[in-house]
Structure formats: C-alpha cells, structure tokens
C-alpha cells in the first residue's frame, strides 16, 4: 500500500476516536466531540496536533486487544486570534475520556511545552476519571499532571472548561487552574458523587444538584462561569482569553480601539443618588469607563455584592474589582473577600493593572460571618492588594467607611492613585453609628444634631484629601479620562517587594 495513503488511513482511524457510534452518542447528550471543541476554540487551520498515535500500555483485563489510537486525549498548541496556546481535550469517545498512564503523559507533554515557550494552556475535561483498569499507574499520571499545574501557576494562564464529567481527585486538576468555565446540564465536579453521598450522609441529591454548573457559579464559587452549550462556552474562552497575557514576563495584550479616551460621561454626575442609602448600579460605572463599554465578568453569579472582570482601557487590559451597592449595600463579607483575593492575584502575577472602584459601608456583622472566619477572609482582600505591584488606581464614589476603606486599594495599600468622587464619605465609620458612640447617653435630639454636625465635617473626600490619602477629587464625568490618564503615567512603574521564599496569605 501506499505509505502516504497508509498515514492518511492511520490518521483517519485516529480522528475517529471511539467511532461513530460513540460520537452519536456524544452528540445526542448535546455534546461536541473533542475534535469539534478544539476546532471551534482555536483560529481555523492553526492545530497542531502531538502524539496522535499513542496508545496505552495496559496488559491487564485483555487490554492490550484495544488500543485506540490517541488513547482519549487530544492534545497539541493552536492559536487563538494569532495568540499561541495549548490545549488538551479529552475524548469521552474513547473509554469514556479515562485517564490512563499514557494519556496523562500527553497531557504532561504540552504542559511542560506551555511553560517552556511561555503560553497558556486550556484543558477541555470530559472524563470518567482514572483508567480503572490501570489502577494506580493512572492515579501517578494525574499526579504528575497536578504538579504541573502547580508549576505553571503564575507562570503561564491556564483555563479549564468542564465539558463532561470531572469527579473524585479528578477535579484537582481544574480546581489548580485560573479559570474554570462549566456547561449547563453536561457538566458536573464532586470530590464524592451522589451515591457516596447517600451512603455516607444519607443525602439524596442528583449529579446536577451536587456538581452542576449551578451549584458551582452560584454556590460554591468553584467555577468561574456557566455557559449554555458547548460552543456559546468555547466562544467566550476565546473572548477571555484575549485579555490575558501570554505568560508572566509578556504585557497584557493591547488591542487596536474605537473609544475616546477623553469620552466625558455627563450621566456619571448623577448615578450617586442624593439619598445615601439608594443604591445604584455599579456596573453602570465600569460599562461607562471601559472600552467600547465591553466588560469581561468573573464569577457574574456568586458574591455579588463584589464586581470583577476585564476591561480594556486604550486597547490594554485592566482588571476591575468593584463594591456594588446593588446587593447588601455592597459590604465586604466572606465570599466577596475571597472572590476578589483571588482575582487581584491573578492580576499582579500577570501584571494587569487592577482598578478599583470603590462604595464600601464596612464588612457585614453578624455571627455567621465571625463563625465562618471573616477575620481570616477578610484579610486575603487586604493582603492580596498589599502585595500586588502591579499598577493599582482607585476610585471612591460613596462610602468608604472604616476597616473596608483600607482595604479596598487606599493609599495605605501602596495604590498609585485614589481619586474620589465629590459625593464621597470617606470616615471611620456612618456619621449615625459614630455619634451615637460619641455622645452616648445623650437626648435623641442631640445625637440628631450631632449626627448633622459629624456628616457635614467628615461625610466628604476632602477630609482624607488634606492628608494626602486621596490624590485628587475628581469630577464623576471626567473618570474615564483620569483614569485612562492614570494607569498610562505608571507603564513603566518598577517596585519590589523584599526576597522571600513565599509569602504566607491566610487561607
Ligand atoms: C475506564 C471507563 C471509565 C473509567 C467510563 N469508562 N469511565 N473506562 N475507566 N474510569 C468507559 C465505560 O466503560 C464505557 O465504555 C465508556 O467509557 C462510556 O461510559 P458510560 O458509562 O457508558 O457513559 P455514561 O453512561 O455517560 O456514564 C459516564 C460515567 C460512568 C458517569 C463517567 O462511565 C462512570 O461512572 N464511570 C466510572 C467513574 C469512576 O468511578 N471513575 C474512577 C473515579 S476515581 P464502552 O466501551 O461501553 O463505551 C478517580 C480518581 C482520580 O477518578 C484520582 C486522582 C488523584
């Protein structure tokens, strides 16, 4: 036969995966195949495939009579937008996408060539989990693939879209990633499934309850995302993905813009209603600011008394944290505290600039929030500011009250530029709570005038201008300009923090 006809059949078989019945299969779930994701992900034409022909090594239960050619992962590097990455896919037409010895060292293979050439890697899972065939050989592939996740953390993005299954100590492998994006209704993590559940706590719950896409954006904060189907879920990784940088010594991508960059925003003059306790929309503001009025969400679902997200500003990326009003009057908490610890990292050892907008009343009281370790939540927020070097500029619109205002970038944190907006309240606390404690004991009368006496004082940025702990108050229609202004005077800030093995953030 041909040789070149032979490689063509070789080939042929190999795209075939677990065959057309197993593909229906997949397509009748609502599923893509491995191929049709990778192909829908990556720029047309730009695949290249590794180690389409390996096939694992088992002798046991008759295995070695069924060696399918690519052993349920696919793997190569393509491109996103010109941008280059890497990506493994997990077949779920080939044994069920189980992880064997050979296949996680595909996987291994272009992780440690992500981490070689400096660019990311988007794992795509669809997995029953270990080869239960193969025992412990796959429970050492998976740990060889969890210490390259650790290894690239910081150094490359790494992505993880949950297209399947993705049980037991299978789940690790995303939970090390940056970004975990779910599909509705196709997708599930657990540590445990559900039958473990109902023997071990008598709990009767389904896969989609335990570890759907709903529990895990709206519940758990596991994922970052939940999107409806396969390709709404691809299309939105290659969305994300152009905000990020390529590794941790490249600068975030700028791209070509259509936006003023002095745009004046007449209506931001009024989105702080007169009342102080009205909420209103942050997410007007960041919509406002941004390029194009394109903002990236992270987390939309869970925590949402805390914004955060992507935008571009002159074509660079940016990432926003953003108190909202909206919900529980935008107090810190546990969950918000964590939600945005863990994005401002990101920024910093990506070096995206962070913005931070700022209308914070204090953390929320209460003993489920003290029982739950609010002290030690609170403080990854505080810390993960503090240590962050990349350029920070803030924005206070409204309150900024006591512990919350430290934490939210103040100057004390080494922000570069905090602005505030005249209707600003930057004090220890409410005017109300801190007169009460003032003059306790006094006629209700009194504390009322009081109360006026401390807000006309103290409820106003210039208080914390006169020392210097606000740069400078800015007029609300003017953000987008300042801010612009802002972060294009730090591009070349240089600062550095004392040697240390590694920092020690309370977890
Ligand atoms: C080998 C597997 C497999 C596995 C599925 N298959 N999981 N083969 N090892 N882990 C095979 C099936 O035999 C079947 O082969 C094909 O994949 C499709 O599976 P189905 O069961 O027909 O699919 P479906 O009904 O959709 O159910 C999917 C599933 C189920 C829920 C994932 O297959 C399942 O429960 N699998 C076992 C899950 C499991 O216990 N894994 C080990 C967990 S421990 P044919 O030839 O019929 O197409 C673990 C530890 C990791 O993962 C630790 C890391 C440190």
Redesign the pocket.
């Given at each position: 036969m041909d040789i070149l006809q032979e490689l063509e059949d070789r080939r042929a078989d190999a795209r075939l995966g677990?065959g057309e019945k197993?593909i229906a299969a997949q397509h009748s779930k609502g599923k893509l195949t491995a191929r049709e994701r990778i192909d829908l992900l990556l720029d047309e034409g730009s695949f290249e495939e590794f180690d389409m022909f390996v096939a694992h090594r088992c002798t046991d239960f008759g295995m070695d009579k069924d060696r399918p050619a690519g052993d349920g992962v696919v793997t190569g590097w393509g491109t996103i937008n010109g941008r280059m990455v890497y990506v493994f896919s997990q077949d779920f037409t080939v044994?069920?996408g189980?992880v064997s010895e050979t296949h996680g060292k595909k996987i291994c293979k272009i992780m440690d060539l992500a981490m070689q050439n400096g660019a990311p890697v988007i794992g795509i899972n669809d997995s029953?989990?270990?080869?239960?065939?193969e025992g412990v050989a796959s429970?050492a592939a998976?740990?060889d693939v969890f210490q390259r996740n650790i290894t690239a953390s910081g150094v490359v993005p790494q992505i993880s879209l949950i297209m399947g299954?993705c049980?037991?100590?299978?789940v690790y492998s995303p939970a090390m990633t940056d970004f975990i994006f779910m599909v509705k209704d196709s997708s599930y993590m657990f540590v445990t499934g559900p039958d473990v559940a109902k023997t071990v706590t008598n709990e009767i719950v389904t896969a989609e309850e335990l570890g759907g896409a709903s529990t895990h954006t709206r519940k758990s904060s596991v994922a970052d995302g939940a999107f409806e189907n396969d390709v709404e879920a691809l299309a939105e990784t290659r969305r994300l993905f152009d905000f990020l940088p390529l590794n941790n010594r490249d600068q975030p991508p700028v791209r070509p813009f259509f936006d003023d960059v002095n745009r004046i925003e007449e209506s931001l003059d009024t989105l702080v209603p007169a009342n102080p306790n009205t909420p209103y929309d942050m997410k007007e503001l960041i919509l406002k600011i941004a390029d194009e009025g394109d903002f990236y969400e992270i987390q939309a679902e869970f925590a949402k008394n805390i914004l955060t997200g992507f935008i571009r500003l002159e074509g660079a990326t940016v990432g926003v944290v953003a108190n909202q009003p909206m919900v529980l009057a935008g107090c810190l908490d546990i969950d918000s505290s964590r939600k945005a610890a863990r994005f401002v990292r990101f920024c910093d050892a990506f070096e995206i600039p962070v913005l931070t907008l700022v209308d914070v009343p204090g953390f929320l009281p209460g003993t489920s929030q003290e029982y739950g370790g609010v002290i030690k939540h609170g403080a990854k927020l505080l810390y993960a500011y503090g240590e962050a070097t990349v350029p920070k500029v803030t924005v206070i619109t409204r309150k900024a009250y006591g512990g919350a205002y430290v934490v939210m970038a103040s100057k004390h944190l080494q922000a570069d530029f905090n602005y505030a907006w005249p209707t600003s309240e930057i004090a220890v606390m409410g005017a109300k709570g801190a007169t009460e404690i003032i003059h306790r004991g006094k006629s209700p009368e009194e504390i009322a005038a009081r109360t006026a006496e401390y807000e006309a004082r103290f409820a106003n940025p210039f208080v914390a201008a006169e020392k210097g702990f606000i740069d400078e108050v800015i007029m609300p229609h003017s953000t987008r300009k300042r801010i612009c202004r802002a972060f294009a005077s730090l591009r070349s800030k240089k600062t550095q923090m004392p040697w240390k093995k590694h920092d020690n953030i309370p977890l």
């Open positions: 677990g197993r044994m069920g189980s029953g989990g270990a080869r239960i065939q429970l998976y740990g299954p049980a037991g100590g299978a």
